[in-house]
């Protein structure tokens, strides 16, 4: 269905860590946008030294990072300063304000940006409104969905599996 192309993703990878800086300089990606809940930590739960390393890697690698979150702001701050980076908080992806201003305070092009997100009708949706490439992570901790998007993940799987195949016939 035509539709779903909204919220097709560019790529798909089990879990943000494996979007490494070699990963992206494959790519010509130079900053990534990063959803927090469910993408990089379980929902509502601060950044572990994990995380944080992580982080650090992609900086010392040069890669610029932001968090665009549709949470609230005591959140998104306490996230966003515990790993180094810049924030946008109550976004109300999939709106595109929160990607634009991303891409502005990042000084980087459309072409030079990622989004990564678990939620194809909200991080996905926007970056393609956007018109920026995106990476869709599995749900780093599925039970801990809020109740709203528990309802959503029944249609994220068939939209999800329309891409795969659309994948396959394309490859
Ligand atoms: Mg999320």
Redesign the pocket.
């Known amino acids: 269905m035509k539709i779903f192309q909204w919220f097709y993703p560019t790529e798909h990878v089990t879990a943000a860590s494996e979007i490494t800086p070699a990963w992206l300089s494959d790519r010509g990606i130079k900053g990534v946008v990063f ?5 990089v930590v379980p929902q509502d739960e601060p950044a572990g030294e994990e995380v944080a390393a992580y982080f650090r890697m992609l900086h010392e690698a040069g890669i610029k990072t932001f968090i665009l979150s549709n949470n609230r702001e005591p959140r998104v701050k306490a996230f966003a300063e515990a790993v180094g980076c810049a924030y946008y908080f109550r976004a109300q992806k999939p709106s595109r304000r929160g990607y634009l201003a991303a891409m502005r305070r990042m000084h980087l092009r459309r072409r030079e940006i990622v989004v990564v ?3 194809l009708f ?2 996905i949706c926007g970056a393609n409104r956007s018109r920026i490439r995106s990476v869709l992570v599995d ?1 780093v901790e599925p039970k801990k969905d809020t109740a709203g ?1 528990k309802m959503k993940r029944p249609f994220e799987k068939i939209v999800f599996r329309a891409w795969k195949k659309m994948r396959q016939k394309n490859s």
Request: negative net charge; proline residues 8%; glycine residues 8%.
């Open positions: 959803d927090i809940d469910n993408t997100g678990d939620q909200t991080d749900p998007v």
